[in-house]
């Protein structure tokens, strides 16, 4: 991967209609950048996936599948997907709405943790954007404070994105399409279904809410150890110390999300 400074993709233009700006980020799958849709003349935000994705044919076709799916969303707490394909040279890209803000894991780092009715805003929120989802069949898989953003709106307050449905389940393939290399999602918020490598249901995406809730009044994840295997075996297997100190009805909403049976979330 290349840094910022000399990456060879700023200043190209993809597929004639977006001029990369700037680098933004990276993740697990891939880069982000700042671009501007050339066609109408606004700025949008660009995925870039890495080349071990975009270089497997059975993947591009699952991206594809995944990125139509995402595209339907429309709810107003999720990322809205503008466009995607494959560029001339091969490339898989993701052009979604650029947002103004900054990731609810940077939140966290900046404050230590969240007051209770600030917890309940924005996971009402993601909630609300899974709701949607769910109701098409469409399972997030990778839910976590890196994929949760804080757009920055005039007057205050919290307004929440869900980023990345498009590519999440590239990054968590079902126990049946499991390859070697491949990111089982992300240890500290999976599910103890995914744990296992079974087929995923909406309650999988409950229980990283649970972590997420969790994480954001605590300050860290109820689970951390040095290896993500040992993480891992902990979803499986551990209970979570208790929340002490915060309202007996959030408690029990945090702790019901985090019941080791999907069933009883």
């Given at each position: 991967?290349?840094?910022?400074?000399?990456?060879?993709?700023?200043?190209?233009?993809?597929?004639?209609?977006?001029?990369?700006?700037?680098?933004?980020?990276?993740?697990?799958?891939?880069?982000?950048?700042?671009?501007?849709?050339?066609?109408?003349?606004?700025?949008?935000?660009?995925?870039?996936?890495?080349?071990?994705?975009?270089?497997?044919?059975?993947?591009?076709?699952?991206?594809?599948?995944?990125?139509?799916?995402?595209?339907?969303?429309?709810h107003p707490n999720t990322v809205r997907?503008?466009?995607?394909?494959?560029?001339?040279?091969?490339?898989?890209?993701?052009?979604?709405?650029?947002?103004?803000?900054?990731?609810?894991?940077?939140?966290?780092?900046?404050?230590?943790?969240?007051?209770?009715?600030?917890?309940?805003?924005?996971?009402?929120?993601?909630?609300?954007?899974?709701?949607?989802?769910?109701?098409?069949?469409?399972?997030?898989?990778?839910?976590?404070?890196?994929?949760?953003?804080?757009?920055?709106?005039?007057?205050?307050?919290?307004?929440?994105?869900?980023?990345?449905?498009?590519?999440?389940?590239?990054?968590?393939?079902?126990?049946?399409?499991?390859?070697?290399?491949?990111?089982?999602?992300?240890?500290?918020?999976?599910?103890?279904?995914?744990?296992?490598?079974?087929?995923?249901?909406?309650?999988?995406?409950?229980?990283?809410?649970?972590?997420?809730?969790?994480?954001?009044?605590?300050?860290?994840?109820?689970?951390?150890?040095?290896?993500?295997?040992?993480?891992?075996?902990?979803?499986?297997?551990?209970?979570?110390?208790?929340?002490?100190?915060?309202?007996?009805?959030?408690?029990?909403?945090?702790?019901?999300?985090?019941?080791?049976?999907?069933?009883?979330?």
């Open positions: 991967m290349s840094t910022a400074q000399n990456d060879p993709l700023v200043g190209k233009v993809l597929e004639d209609r977006f001029e990369i700006l700037s680098r933004i980020g990276e993740g697990g799958t891939g880069v982000v950048y700042k671009a501007r849709q050339v066609t109408v003349d606004r700025i949008v935000a660009i995925k870039v996936l890495g080349a071990h994705v975009s270089s497997d044919p059975s993947w591009v076709k699952r991206f594809h599948n995944e990125a139509r799916a995402a595209a339907r969303l429309d997907l503008i466009d995607f394909g494959q560029t001339r040279e091969g490339l898989l890209f993701i052009a979604m709405e650029f947002l103004q803000g900054r990731s609810l894991a940077d939140e966290i780092v900046r404050l230590g943790k969240l007051p209770v009715n600030r917890m309940l805003r924005v996971l009402s929120q993601v909630c609300q954007s899974l709701q949607e989802a769910h109701g098409q069949g469409i399972i997030h898989r990778d839910i976590k404070p890196d994929n949760i953003f804080l757009v920055d709106v005039k007057g205050g307050g919290d307004f929440v994105k869900v980023l990345d449905f498009s590519v999440a389940k590239l990054d968590a393939p079902d126990a049946q399409q499991t390859r070697a290399g491949t990111v089982f999602g992300t240890p500290a918020y999976m599910s103890p279904e995914q744990a296992r490598g079974v087929k995923l249901t909406p309650q999988s995406d409950i229980y990283a809410c649970g972590i997420v809730a969790y994480e954001m009044l605590t300050g860290k994840p109820p689970f951390e150890a040095p290896l993500p295997m040992e993480v891992v075996m902990m979803h499986l297997r551990q209970k979570p110390a208790p929340l002490v100190g915060f309202p007996d009805p959030v408690v029990r909403l945090v702790m019901r999300a985090l019941e080791k049976q999907a069933e009883r979330r």
